[in-house]
DNA sequence: TCGATGCTTCGTCTATCATCGAACTATGAA
DNA sequence: TTCATAGTTCGATGATAGACGAAGCATCGA
């Protein structure tokens, strides 16, 4: 028996297609939940769950609980670089999986998080909400400052004095998804959502299971007018 | 339901211990022939034709015939790179192949690697090589300084201009996994590994398949007087 | 308290694949 | 030629592990 780092269990969790699947989606760095990476895998949330902890267990990737939900991302850069060191030897070997690929731009533009929005468009928000010091962010959680207040009371006619909740926080950071950054949960991000569907500045789309957020020509507007990127601002 | 490289094909190909175990024994870019590397992954000629088929279809190794042998070598340093990556994130999480806990230490200490030094003291060697200007490193390749030569004659009885070899080179640098640092390899590095075996500095252990180098309490000495890391160094 | 949802554990089934014995081909040596 | 060695192909076998249904646990919201 010889000794030495044990190349072939990594490899051989890499080796599997459904696995290979999950950590491809996870190379940008981002999270995904355990649901998440099963879609992506194509096989039920049992048969993933028995790979994420496998991929944990190698070292691969590391949880993060958060709510309900599990999100997992790989442990760290190196394992990306490996990743993409054999993508690199498929390649020049001509080992590719050649596949449809129907991506949804729209989702990961806008689309709802539980009750909230999410994507590029709710990580935006967030970013100028910070930007125009209407919350306040500390270690872990988030505040609403007496300037947001008034923002929320005078732009989206929403009292946010009245939606505090015994066991859910007003204010909350909710990893995004596409973003890998977060946008604004809680019930105030509930409630902005819900403003934007009574205003009829967005609306979930109708299709099943679909989680997108269609925003309405005026309703892209005054989002932009409220929380536009065209002020400077926007990093990375 | 991706597209793209299909990474879990060549990574499945390195998952498997026998062919992962090929693979390193390639990985200082020698060419070793298929008997060699069924011995090396302790497994029959059959079972390694199979393996071997099997890595160079996945573009890992290639084949080149002579006479009634067939060496294989890996396509190219790409290919040692992700081993080597893999090897790095095993080591991270701790995934040794060691069974056995007290060769564990020794192996790091002192091991063959196909026919040199390698661990902890054959990078040692090497880098007091370095100090001594008995080497002279360029980009890819080493080669033995006049007063190398002096030394190697001197000090241990070799004649380096006798170990010219059609295919093989003198000096090589051949990258340690445990130290993750070069050793001495090439027709040298098996030269002075054998002269350490007659002199008795060093054995290699006598249990069957184990790459673990002891050395005498004398022989620990003297390579400590000539590549030890204690002496003062002229130079730098 | 209750139900809904995200995720895990358990148990079972099934397909894959590594393995080796035996037989075959190819090269080299006597 | 004949023998020996290197390597491959074929077929049978056995163990591994990936898959999912069902049930259990944990968290959230009402």
Redesign the pocket.
Same mark, same amino acid.
């Given at each position: 028996m010889k000794a030495g780092p044990d190349i072939a269990l990594v490899a051989?969790l890499v080796g599997?297609?459904?696995r290979a699947n999950m950590l491809t989606a996870l190379m940008d760095g981002r999270a995904l939940?355990?649901?998440?990476l099963a879609h992506q895998a194509g096989?039920?949330?049992?048969?993933?769950?028995?790979?994420?902890?496998?991929l944990e267990a190698g070292g691969l990737i590391e949880?993060e609980k958060q709510? $309900?939900?599990?999100?997992y991302r790989l442990t760290g850069p190196d394992v990306a670089g490996v990743l993409e060191g054999l993508a690199g030897l498929a390649e020049r070997a001509g080992h590719t999986r050649v596949r449809t690929g129907p991506k949804e731009p729209a989702l990961r533009r806008a689309r709802i998080c539980?009750d909230h929005l999410a994507g590029d468009l709710g990580v935006q928000m967030l970013d100028s909400m910070r930007k125009q010091r209407l919350v306040r962010q500390t270690k872990q959680s988030i505040e609403l400052t007496g300037e947001g207040k008034r923002f929320m009371a005078e732009a989206l006619q929403i009292d946010a004095d009245r939606l505090a909740?015994p066991? $859910?926080p007003i204010c909350k950071a909710c990893l995004d998804w596409s973003e890998r950054r977060h946008h604004l949960a809680g019930t105030l991000g509930a409630a902005v959502m819900n403003r934007f569907t009574e205003l009829n500045w967005a609306a979930r789309d109708p299709a099943l299971g679909s989680r997108v957020v269609n925003f309405t020509r005026t309703g892209e507007k005054r989002f932009a007018a409220l929380f536009g990127s065209e002020q400077p601002n926007q990093g990375s």
């Open positions: 051989s599997d297609p459904a939940t355990a649901s998440e096989i039920t949330p049992q048969t993933a769950s028995s790979h994420l902890s496998k949880p709510g $309900r939900h599990r999100y539980y909740h066991r $859910r």
